[in-house]
């Protein structure tokens, strides 16, 4: 049997440093009094040593002070084990032993290189995407992944090859989401997928928006041959539409107010030639009739 290995994932603990204000204070005392001790030792050798572990006593509170920034967290470590994470802006101050490091917890904006993969049917189109993240968790963003922003980014195609393989580009079945007509939801189904896929790193998605959408160039122009025709069948389905209507209406009314009596031959070819005429996309040309209607 395989054997199954389990990663311990590492969780932020908010704990470190402490306020700056008092070590800031006492180092230079602590300089100035080593400094006064080693004058007047005179060759003594109790106050030269004196002298000299005051002022490595303010040399090492000299060596713990760092500083926070608004969004900004200090990592600390000691001999290589996870400690906590301060949180707390303006002068720190931590042991000089503690390992530190300092990672942004600012929200980060992101647009994805343009990628060219296949839709639901199978299309080549050209995708982009704009991610807005940020890091939430510093000890996983840290500890469990080796590099948190490459391995944002790779996710980010990643999840962006994913989700646009489940859209057609456009003309979907009835009812059925396309990328170009649904933007907002493909987007919502981005960040939740990207969401999944970077938690391990300690980061949270909070947008996902669609950047850039086209046909590949190799199909470009097959595929705007077929727009424009759609278009023109939907055009003349209209206008089919609307001269029924039209020619329904002048019957019912000719009928109504009895100013010509048609057999059903002559209906039919009027109705005929109202519908050449309003449905011809050149304007028509009249045929004066000089003789009766039937003859």
Not at 185 to 204: H, I, M, N, P
Not at 263 to 276: G, Q, T, Y
């Amino acid at each position: 049997m395989s054997e199954v290995h389990t990663i311990n994932r590492t969780s932020e603990r908010v704990r470190g440093g402490v306020a700056g204000g008092l070590p800031l204070l006492l180092a230079p005392a602590l300089l100035a009094a080593g400094v006064w001790l080693l004058k007047s030792s005179d060759g003594g050798a109790p106050f030269t040593v004196a002298g000299v572990l005051v002022l490595l006593a303010g040399g090492l509170i000299g060596a713990g002070f760092y500083a926070l920034q608004p969004n900004e967290a200090m990592v600390l470590t000691l001999f290589g084990s996870y400690v906590g994470t301060d949180r707390s802006t303006g002068l720190r101050w931590v042991l000089p032993w503690y390992g530190r490091k300092k990672i942004s917890l600012r929200v980060r904006n992101v647009t994805s290189e343009t990628l060219k993969v296949n839709d639901k049917r199978g299309n080549p189109i050209e995708i982009a995407a704009n991610i807005v993240w940020r890091v939430k968790d510093s000890a996983q963003a840290l500890f469990d992944v080796d590099d948190y922003a490459t391995f944002v980014n790779i996710q980010i195609e990643t999840g962006l090859r994913e989700v646009a393989s489940h859209y057609s580009y456009d003309h979907a079945e009835e009812g059925e989401p396309t990328l170009r007509a649904d933007a907002e939801e493909v987007g919502d189904r981005l960040r939740a997928d990207l969401q999944a896929r970077t938690a391990v790193a300690g980061v949270a998605i909070d947008e996902a928006h669609l950047m850039h959408l086209a046909y590949a160039p190799e199909i470009a122009g097959s595929m705007l041959k077929r727009q424009q025709a759609e278009a023109v069948l939907a055009a003349r389905r209209t206008i089919v539409a609307g001269a029924v209507d039209m020619v329904e209406n002048a019957l019912g009314a000719l009928s109504e107010r009895g100013v010509v009596t048609l057999d059903d031959e002559r209906r039919a070819a009027m109705v005929s030639n109202l519908l050449v005429v309003l449905c011809a996309d050149r304007e028509a040309q009249p045929v004066v009739n000089t003789g009766t209607l039937y003859g």
